[in-house]
């Protein structure tokens, strides 16, 4: 079924029906390319992980839907994982955020560190976050999540650190050499589901030892991911996936009946 | 270190000392690129996960070098993982080549699925194929492998099925619907690291019903990895990187000491 996502302060009670207009590209999307007609359902997603079946009342350049059920969404993960990814050049942080979305990150923050190369101003960053943005929800549509990971605001390192340290499960990862030593990730996964996990990722050549010894005096765990070096862009997935395997899948849910 | 893929074929013994000539590419990489000198040490790692440390005695066009000793490469993940993918339209089957060498698989087989779209002459093949095991080289070097998957002949999907069943552990990625039931990916995975995995994986829109009972009937289990839809470029690489978390890191191999 179709999947859109809006805002639950869209959504209108009136009579005991609740009903919910979409305008803009969704509307012309419905109407015009999925050519979708009344009495037609579709699924629409809010920013909290509600999802409500809805059936469209009439299409055109708005479509008015009534709400029929809602449910929190079965596909967003039961942590919240922050991606805290430091800023790469060219197309690498575009995987970062249509990978990360599909794998269940829930915000994507871009951090400024020393070996990092790219330097935006702010209007170039209000452009780029706007694409990253677009990304997301792109993907988030595609791969079914219930909500849109936010991109959020570049944050400096130190900043990002501590932050990052708040999460129950702070992961940072390093590759080594000189700092502080790793710890391989499953031994720094918990047995019960973690609320918040951060995963910090450095930028390609990884972070200086005096990051890795800052990031870990804050209170994050320094992660090894493997004797294999993983490019800067595939480093998140890898935890995200880890995750989802250890957290998600482990039980009934990852299965589906014929 | 640097490190280059040679063929054990081309170690010569002399006098009790092993030597090896590099050529070509290698040779001008070494002599004019990194500007190495008789005397500097690098790593040569050979087709059945051999590492060597060599000497180099002399650097030009040709490279001559002599073996210090040799230790089974220490990156490579201890199970075998074929991947079966579906070939897929423009650069989606670039990105699985670069990412499963980097996740450690040891082959990559195209299958030509009944949904996959893209249909190849043996010419067309052939430069393809050149590309990928050029773009799995260059991976492996990037991310230390300790030897250079094969990008393998595309194969049929009803003899790709026959030869992945074969695995010990012979996952078949479905995303469910109609046709057999899935099993969560943690479920299947044994308590022991298994010897030989399979990674059979669909084109964009998924295997249909009879493929899936297919792949069943032939021996394969089918996998569920999750509730969120991976794109078909996502889901070698996320099963690649739940076997290294469970087979590969939960261990001491993982970290490293200060």
């Known amino acids: 079924m179709p999947r859109f996502f809006v805002s639950s302060a869209d959504l209108e009670e009136?009579?005991?029906?609740?009903?919910?207009?979409?305008?803009?590209?969704?509307?012309?999307?419905?109407?015009?390319?999925?050519?979708?007609?009344?009495?037609?359902?579709?699924?629409?997603c809010d920013e909290r992980g509600t999802e409500y079946r809805a059936r469209i009342e009439s299409a055109g350049g708005q479509v008015v839907c009534t709400v029929l059920d809602s449910a929190p969404s079965e596909t967003e993960p039961p942590y919240e994982a922050v991606v805290y990814q430091a800023l790469a050049k060219g197309e690498r942080f575009d995987t970062v955020v249509m990978k990360a979305t599909e794998?269940?990150?829930?915000?994507?923050v871009p951090v400024a560190s020393s070996r990092c190369t790219v330097k935006l101003s702010p209007a170039d960053y209000a452009k780029k976050r706007e694409r990253w943005q677009k990304?997301?929800?792109?993907?988030?549509g595609q791969s079914g999540r219930g909500r849109i990971p936010e991109v959020a605001d570049p944050v400096r390192f130190s900043d990002a650190v501590k932050e990052a340290a708040k999460a129950d499960l702070p992961l940072f990862c390093y590759e080594?050499?000189?700092?502080?030593?790793?710890?391989?990730?499953?031994?720094?996964f918990p047995e019960k589901t973690p609320k918040t996990v951060a995963v910090f990722v450095g930028p390609e050549g990884g972070f200086e030892p005096s990051e890795a010894r800052e990031a870990v005096g804050a209170g994050m765990r320094p992660a090894g991911l493997g004797k294999r070096i993983l490019r800067t862009e595939t480093a998140a997935p890898f935890v995200l996936a880890s995750l989802a395997f250890r957290y998600e899948l482990a039980g009934k849910d990852g299965g589906n009946e014929p």
């Open 14 to 44: 009136e009579n005991g029906t609740t009903r919910i207009v979409l305008e803009g590209p969704d509307a012309a999307h419905i109407s015009r390319a999925l050519r979708m007609k009344p009495g037609e359902e579709l699924v629409l």
């Open 103 to 108: 794998l269940g990150a829930a915000r994507i």
């Open 135 to 140: 990304i997301a929800a792109e993907a988030a």
């Open 176 to 188: 080594g050499g000189e700092g502080p030593g790793t710890v391989p990730l499953p031994e720094l």
